[in-house]
């Protein structure tokens, strides 16, 4: 029988990979350095002499989560960028419910609703300049990309999180679009409309 030798010492990139398989799993609360140490089939030791701060390994292992969910988002589900940044976020928190729980609900970043006006900024940094969701952006008029930002992510994450906690206990593709495809439309409208509501 030929044993196998693990290795003494692990990179910080594999034991991130080992933290984020974790939260996949069991969510965040469940990372520590022993559920990492089994998880990478190591001992302790090698965890502690490369994790120096528990809140920089969060931060790392939270920009792992947030490339899978851009790896949904850029998947050319239909032929409509936009509506395939908001299928992936859906998609991502039915299919990857630890992950999306960790991001937005066990440990959300703040978001400051004062701020709001800027999120079609963010959404580019999110995506990049140049990308094909920025020029898609780029085609609603000025005024209305912030409101068609705001509003369509407000709806697309309530609905994520229903899809998320089993509220909607099976959701298809297809009914994720229809869904989608509803509210993208009355939103638009909305967001380019003179309705007297939207300065409220």
């Known amino acids: 029988m030929v044993s196998v030798v693990q290795p003494s010492v692990y990179s910080y990139e594999q034991i991130i990979a080992a933290a984020l398989e974790i939260v996949r799993e069991h969510g965040w609360s469940a990372v520590t350095a022993r559920a990492i140490a089994k998880q990478l089939g190591s001992s302790t030791m090698p965890i502690y002499s490369r994790v120096t701060s528990v809140d920089d390994l969060e931060q790392d292992v939270r920009r792992q989560a947030c490339a899978v969910l851009k790896d949904y988002q850029r998947c050319p589900f239909t032929s409509d960028t936009l509506l395939n940044a908001a299928f992936g976020y859906v998609r991502f928190a039915r299919d990857e419910k630890n992950l999306f ?100």
């Not at 309530?158 to 899809?163: K, S």
């Not at 906690?165 to 297809?174: E, F, I, N, P, Q």
Request: hydrophobic share 35%.
């Open 101 to 200: 729980r960790y991001l937005y609900l066990e440990r959300p970043e703040a978001l400051n609703a004062e701020n709001a006006s800027g999120m079609s900024q963010s959404f580019v940094l999110d995506f990049g300049e140049g990308s094909e969701q920025q020029k898609a952006l780029e085609e609603v008029q000025r005024k209305g990309q912030d409101d068609l930002v705001q509003y369509t992510w407000i709806f697309v994450h309530g609905l994520a999180t229903l899809v998320s906690s089993g509220t909607y206990a099976s959701v298809s593709d297809k009914a994720i679009l229809r869904f989608l495809t509803d509210a993208g439309q009355a939103f638009h409208m909305w967001s380019s409309s003179d309705n007297p509501a939207k300065g409220r």
